[in-house]
């Protein structure tokens, strides 16, 4: 199971250069696959919600950067984050 990023790519192609010879089947993952196709299915409904949602993403948006900044250099100040 891979995502649909580059780097996913990158990473399936490694794996399938280091073992030729194996069945590799390679399943993408369901949220990356509805993520790239859902712009051409759901393109006039997620327009149409784009009004009521946009403080809340600019909201998450500021919490993903916050949460970085606070637990960059050390992974075990992760659930001191959370809990704080």
Known sequence: MKDLSNQGQYVAEEIIKAHPDAEIRIFACHFHFVQDIGN???HGNHNDLKPYIGDTKKELARLIRDTREKVAGDPECV???VEN
């Open 40 to 42: 051409d299915v759901l």
């Open 79 to 81: 659930a001191r984050a």
